[in-house]
C-alpha cells in the first residue's frame, strides 16, 4: 500500500475542512426548553457523552446561533437524541424559528426542559459550564434525568446528509 504522508502546513479552506469532518458519522440531538413561554430549540449534531460521575455531556454551538443566547437563559434544558423518523423533524429544528416545533409532540418540566415525546433518549440537564472555543462554544451540560427506549435505530447525519443504520443480524 501506497501511502502518502499528511502535508503539514496546509491552507485549510473552510469547505475542505466541513468536508472531511462531514466524514465522521454522528447521531442528532434537539436542545430545547421554554423560555419566557416560547419554545425554543436546535438541532445538535455535536452531541457527545463526557462524563459518568458526575453524568455530563457537551454539545458546541455556534457563535453565530441567535436562539443560544435564549436557551441558555433557561433554569433547564431538555435534550433528545432523534430517532430515524426525525429527518424532517431535524431539518425543522434547524430551520426558520416560528416553525420549529411545528407537528412535533413534546413535553415540558417544570423547570422549562423541552423533549421530544418519541425521542430515543431524553435528558433533563442544566449548563454546568461553557468553554469559548473558536468560532464555536462547548457547553457542558449536567444531567439531573435520563430515560431511553431500546426499539428504534437513530438519526445519523454523515457527509452532510441523513442515513440510518441497518438492523444488526
Ligand atoms: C443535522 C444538523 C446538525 C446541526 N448541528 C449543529 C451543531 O452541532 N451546532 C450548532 O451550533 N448548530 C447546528 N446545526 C444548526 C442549528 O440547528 C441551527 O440551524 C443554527 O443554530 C441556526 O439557527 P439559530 O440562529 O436559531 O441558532 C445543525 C443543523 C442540522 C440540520
Known sequence: MTVIPLQTNQDIDQGRLREAFGVFPSGVVAVAAEVDGERTGLAASSFTSVSLDPPLVSFSVANSSKTWPDLRRADHLGLTVLADHHGEVCRRLAGPVEHRFDDVRVTASAD??????????????????EVEAGDHTIVILRLHAVEHTDTSLPLVFHRSAFGRLSESA
Open 112 to 129: 422549562g426542559a423541552v423533549t421530544l415525546d418519541d425521542g430515543l433518549a431524553r435528558f433533563d440537564c442544566t449548563i454546568h459550564r
